[in-house]
């Protein structure tokens, strides 16, 4: 009980004194994190919306894909984004594995299947008249788009909370193509498994509650919109 | 909005398509869903088209506005043919369309009836004011700044025809707009429908599987049925000239006719009718002109001379004109100076031995005639 106690003081002390380490850690997490997260909206928002409102041979199936996707496995990106990013691999040219790039790179791909998923329900979702409404109001094809996004805001914004969730709190990837250099690509996730497995628990703990504090937070957000949600 | 005694036929100098269709036919999965050899709608006439459901009602609109591309066939507005040589939602951009579901975006009453003139690239002050006259129009202002969500059914119908007419479409096209409204929301909606559209003599397609709907506000009537218009003409003409079966078993279930009322006493009024006189009960003033509605089973047949029946007001004598079996009943056609039309069953024909030429006395009460006032100027 007191190695908890103790490691709980001496987070709240690390905290509340703004740690340079443990500072630039967060700040790192967030800044690679919230990267990943906006490239993934432009892709799978874009993307979503395309394959929410078009018809192609095969549509099935990307769906499908897209789908399974949303649970894509970290380590499996981080295996994957290693080998291209690999010297000898296709993309070793860049010179990018183990830097904050590649992690943002991993996030990426692991973010975007999520909004990418999630736009597609909510573009689905929004009544199929409502379509014909609008062409019928006589918008162009892109106002139309623009307006069911409009409509569609409410999950769209659960589509990027869910990303950054998704991302902010991933080890395997970020492990892999990052490799937890300190000062340099070491974020939330892969400094708490670091420091726990030294058995220095007070910083570990410190940043757990840091990414809980954020989880929190994500959450939060997230219930907000569910409750405005409600119908009426 | 003109009634439809006004020259608004075919031929008079009033005569002005502005949208016409030529040979349409729409295909879906291979299968006819529409196909119209000719249809012309005048400019300023209130068009209804009613049929069943699956008649093609809707997609005949859709297809006016080119929100369905018809797969054979000429679409001309003004005289001019549809063509792809402009974009598309120019041509989209003069009509505007209320679906049956009010479909608004999830924003306040005001941002819903501008949204029109925002995808128009109106300047915010115009739009202000022409959203400020629609709300006002619709007696919603008071609703102004509520999220569209938190509406009741008849105001959020209002809401879209407020959006509708912001847009100052030349062509309305109204597909069922108030058959999902509980009928005093209707009813008072559609008031307010007909004063707007007398105002601004703003062309009219409207959709209704109701017949007294379409009786009330319509200058022609178009009768649908599996994609093909059955017949087009004003409401007496297919009212009471059905062109075939189908149109006849569709609006042609009661005698319905045209008179004007001449006379008040109480709860009740009298109508006059090709010379003779029928007593009905409701509201009405002097001097409107009404249709009545008159269900064939109401009609009541006897072979007593008249004056000698029962507690109806309404007798008149007539002449059988024809006998057609139904299954369970005969519908007797007769003329009584107007035509009426009585559902007798097997055996009060044998019993009276009905048959055609023969002199019988009819009666229905004043209740159960069905009143329905026509709009005019």
Redesign the interface.
Known sequence: MDLIFEGIKKAFWLLITFDPEVMGITLLSLGVSGSATLISLLIGISTGVIVALSEFPGRRIAISLINTGMGLPPVVVGLFVTIFLWRNGPLGFFGILYTPTAIIIAQTVIATPIVMGITLAAIQQLPKKLRLQILALGATRLQMVWILIKEARLPLLAAVMAGFGGVISEVGASIMVGGNIKGYSRVLTTATVMETSRGNFDIAIALGIILLLLAYFINLILTQIQQRERPR | MQSAEFGMERGSKDYKPILGIVNLEVKRGGITTLNIPSLFVQEGELLSLIGPNGAGKTTLL?TL?Y?IKPSQGKIYFKGEELNSTR?V?EY??K???V?Q?P?L??TTVFGNVA??LK??GMNGMEIRSRVTEQLDRLGISHLSHRSA??LSGGEAQRTSLA?AFA?QPEVL?LDEPFSSLDPPSRDSIIEDLVGILRQTRTTTVFATHDRLEALRLSNRIAVMNDGRIQQIGSPGEVMNHPANEFVASFVGVETILTGKVIKKNGGTFIISISGQEIEAVGEAQIGEAVLLCIRPENVILSTRPSRETTSARNVFPGRIEKVISLGLYQKVQLNCGFPLIAYVTHHSIENLSLQVGKEVTASFKATAIHVVRRKQK
């Open positions: 859709q506005s929100l974009p939602f989209r951009r009509f505007a369309m679906f579901e479909l975006f999830d949204s029109g995808i128009r969500k938190t959006r847009i096209l």
